[in-house]
């Protein structure tokens, strides 16, 4: 087990070469540089941009030039090296269209700004999604820090009591099994204390997969942070503001204007197009009246598609299905929405009651903690109570300080469910971190 521990410490040494102290909107600007997650946001929201541009150059000119170089046999015969009356004709041209009316490019026009608009609440949502990411796992870190601290705590207490089980036990103070009581209360205590390195080693890795960095300290939570109930302190109040704010509402609602202009699209198969044309070609003929020719013409071509084998029809009821499709999406998302809003006001209203309680009851443990001590040495408890009193002790300090890194994650949960959450959030809770002591 020493050498696990040792392995441990080299690793989190290791890991903390280029490190140092950070706050929590420290962390943050290296993840906005670094996750991946953002990155494959970015990289989706400007290929969706890119589309809108395709969409628009449904309406504007298009060039076309070309060209051509044939031999021709009028008689239909060839011989030989004999061309008889064969002539080369060479031919190029340059053509340039201006639809002048279009009813589905221009309806895919509006198909890819909605999408684009879409595409950018999908972003700002994987923005806001990395603030709550950070936060959990800077908060996870430290969390695991606080959960490491307290085991170690609690095995040096605990195997003060064995040392002093051993030394009752061979002056006939106690029985045996007092100390096989302290014993296995210290076998437990380290157990947990090597669990806890573990889970600090994980939390840390979880922080770098976000930052591409390690941190060999970040800043710890003050112990006067306050701990206050969301304002207004009405459930409804969050829940309205959800459903005007959220991302994914916002979301899912664009996501309804994008199937119905696609209906719009797909019934304008159906309708005409005109377009302008112009075309500027040159001819040269070799014959034996060899000619040699420019010519310009203006002018506008029309089209109709009357029938395209059922393609038409057949497509407008796809997006006819893909526009029901997204208004049941917007009612879930809605509904999903009002869910979380509600659920992240209940966990951190439930949580400043909690904080309150559990410091209470933190403070209880202690003076019980005290008073059975206190009555182990003058002979009224046995060492069980002792240990019993030693474990309640640090479970509810471990209890406290794991439910005020919950307030804190739930509560940034219920901003990011009302849509309000912004990197300032992030940046406000800086002034309640404090540089960690050693």
């Known amino acids: 087990m020493r050498r696990l521990t040792a392995i441990s410490a080299a690793l989190i040494s290791a890991l903390s070469i280029h490190a140092q102290a950070q706050t929590l909107s420290g962390v943050y ?18 290929a969706v941009i890119e589309d809108e541009s395709v969409a628009w150059a449904g309406v504007k000119p298009t060039v076309t030039a070309g060209g051509s170089l044939m031999n021709n046999s009028p008689d239909g015969t060839y011989q030989g090296s004999d061309f008889g009356d064969n002539y080369n004709q060479a031919q190029l041209a340059l053509t340039v269209t201006q639809p002048l ?24 949502t994987a923005e806001m999604d990395l603030m709550v990411r950070v936060t959990e796992a800077f908060f996870g870190v430290l969390r695991a820090q606080d959960n490491l601290t307290s085991a170690q705590a609690q095995e040096k207490a605990i195997k003060r009591q064995l040392e002093q089980a051993r030394q009752q036990f061979k002056v006939g103070l106690i029985p045996i099994t007092g100390v096989n009581e302290a014993q296995a209360a210290y076998d437990g205590a380290r157990a947990a204390r090597i669990g806890a390195e573990g889970a600090l ?72 197009y005109i ?58 998302q809605r509904r999903s929405t009002a869910l979380n809003a509600r659920s992240y006001y209940i966990q951190v209203t439930t949580s400043v009651q909690q904080v309150e309680a559990r410091r209470q009851a933190l403070l209880s443990s202690e003076s019980a903690l005290r008073a059975t001590r206190s ?22 300090q471990t209890s406290y300080l794991d439910t005020r890194y919950s307030y804190l994650i739930s509560m940034i949960k219920l901003k990011q469910a009302a849509g309000t959450l912004k990197q300032d959030d992030i940046v406000a809770l800086d002034q309640w971190l404090q540089k960690k002591a050693g």
């Open 29 to 46: 600007q290296d993840a906005l540089e670094n996750d991946y997650q953002l990155k494959i946001a970015q990289s989706e929201l400007n």
């Open 101 to 124: 009316l279009n009813v589905g490019n221009i309806a895919q026009i509006g198909v890819a700004e909605a999408t684009t608009e879409k595409a950018r609440y999908e972003y700002q």
């Open 201 to 272: 080693l994980i939390s840390e890795e979880s922080l770098q997969l976000l930052t591409g960095k390690s941190y060999g300290k970040l800043d710890t939570l003050a112990e006067d942070f306050p701990v206050e109930s969301p304002q207004p302190a009405t459930v409804q109040y969050w829940i309205d503001l959800a459903l005007a704010n959220n991302l994914d509402v916002k979301a899912a609602q664009k996501q309804t204007d994008v199937a119905t202009t696609a209906v719009k699209a797909a019934k304008s198969a159906y309708l005409p």
């Open 275 to 332: 377009n302008a044309k112009a075309e500027l070609s040159y001819q040269n003929t070799d014959s034996s009246a060899e000619t040699d020719m420019t010519n310009l013409a203006l002018g506008l071509e029309m089209g109709w598609q009357i029938y395209a084998g059922g393609s038409t029809s057949a497509n407008i009821r796809k997006v006819g299905h893909y526009l029901n499709q997204s208004e049941q999406g917007l009612e879930l």
């Open 375 to 396: 009555g182990y040495e003058v002979g009224t408890r046995n060492i069980v109570d002792v240990l019993q009193a030693e474990q309640a002790y640090y479970s509810a």
